[in-house]
């Protein structure tokens, strides 16, 4: 069992910064980690996602903007956030697999944090 806690997120301008982070409990050992986001009235949608040996992949909404990455002696997992805009206010949430490939797709990820409000104001 994998319990997986988000950082708080914020209320930030366009163009500012914002990291979030993700703690992981329990066993994380072999797992991929991913970042999701859904905004009010969408579906939940794939934002990053980082193997156990650290590749990584990101939605082309996000790519050269956002950054993930994982500790995995801390057991953590990050994302910096870089130029934000206000198409990227949701709420994100962490992810853990039982896989060690990163993906894309939601059904691949059995652990969810409960989410973390993120507001772009413009």
């Known amino acids: 069992q994998i319990q997986l806690v988000e950082s708080a997120g914020g209320f930030v301008q366009a163009g500012d910064s914002l990291k979030l982070s993700c703690a992981a409990s329990?066993?994380?050992?072999?797992?991929?980690l991913a970042w999701f986001r859904q905004a009010p009235g969408k579906e939940r949608e794939f934002v990053a996602a980082?193997?156990?040996?650290?590749?990584?992949i990101y939605a082309d909404s996000v790519k050269s903007r956002f950054t993930i990455s994982r500790d995995r002696a801390e057991n953590t997992m990050s994302l910096q956030m870089n130029s934000l805009k206000p198409e990227d206010t949701a709420v994100y949430y962490c992810?853990?697999?039982?896989?060690?490939?990163?993906?894309?797709?939601?059904?691949?990820?059995?652990?969810w944090g409960q989410g973390t409000q993120v507001t772009v104001s413009s």
């Open positions: 992810a853990a697999s039982t896989y060690s490939s990163a993906s894309r797709e939601y059904e691949d990820y059995t652990y």
């Open positions: 329990g066993q994380t050992l072999g797992n991929a």
């Open positions: 980082i193997s156990w040996m650290s590749f990584t």
